[in-house]
């Protein structure tokens, strides 16, 4: 009954390196969602997709891009990740119903 | 960008107590959405109250809506362990942005 999901649970990886965190989500909704969770912060939001091929960005895009290729699949690309990058992933989607899914989260540790 | 700010931001209570949390907003709404998170997991949908609504149950849940209060709780009665987790209000105007506050964090002692 898996919904939303995220390629990974866990990821390490160095300075430097370009990282994706790809998110696909079954249910043919129209709107995807990119968010970092770091304690005492809740979640912001990166960014967000409305269609295929459009993105939006949300309240800290620094650093970070986003692909969506196909409406199922909304990637989150780190061109170049620090260790300020290290933090907890959620993607989710929504559809016209309102309520968002997400997936179960990506922990991403920069060393 | 229009979000829940919840209160209070931690919250400890014994097993079978009730729990209560809130969230603040500041302009106007379409409805108002709770949602739980575990620890270290995705969130997961709770229950949705609409802008015309003054109350609304789903099991152990009780959520209220003032809308002239810019206010809601939820309530979670004869609490048990397994609702430890943080819980975030998100708030609906009509907006494409999904936006949250910083949560509510609710331990249950058993």
């Known amino acids: 009954d898996v919904k939303v999901t995220q390629s990974s649970r866990y990821l390490v990886k160095r300075t430097g390196e370009k990282v994706f965190l790809e998110c696909v989500q079954d249910?043919?909704?129209?709107?995807m969602f990119w968010y970092r969770q770091d304690p005492g912060l809740g979640l912001r939001l990166i960014y967000f997709s409305y269609d295929v091929k459009m993105k939006e960005k949300g309240d800290i895009p620094e650093g970070y891009s986003v692909s969506r290729e196909k409406k199922e699949r909304f990637s989150l690309i780190l061109e170049s990740a620090s260790t300020n990058q290290t933090s907890m992933y959620l993607c989710?989607?929504?559809?016209?119903?309102?309520?968002?899914?997400f997936g179960q989260g990506t922990r991403l540790t920069v060393v | 960008s229009q979000q829940g700010e919840e209160d209070p931001q931690a919250l400890s209570i014994q097993e079978g107590e009730n729990a209560t949390m809130n969230c603040s907003y500041k302009?106007?709404?379409?409805?108002l959405q709770w949602y739980r998170q575990n620890s270290g997991r995705g969130l997961v949908h709770l229950i949705l109250i609409r802008s015309n609504e003054r109350e609304k149950h789903s099991g152990r849940l009780r959520v209220t809506l003032d809308t002239s209060k810019k206010s809601s709780s939820l309530l979670i009665t004869a609490s048990r362990a397994a609702d430890t987790a943080s819980y975030f209000c998100e708030i609906s105007g009509g907006y494409q942005k999904v936006t949250f506050g910083i949560g509510t964090k609710l331990q249950v002692i058993p």
């Open positions: 989710a989607s929504r559809g016209l119903r309102a309520e968002a899914f």
């Open positions: 249910m043919d909704h129209e709107n």
């Open positions: 302009t106007s709404i379409n409805n």
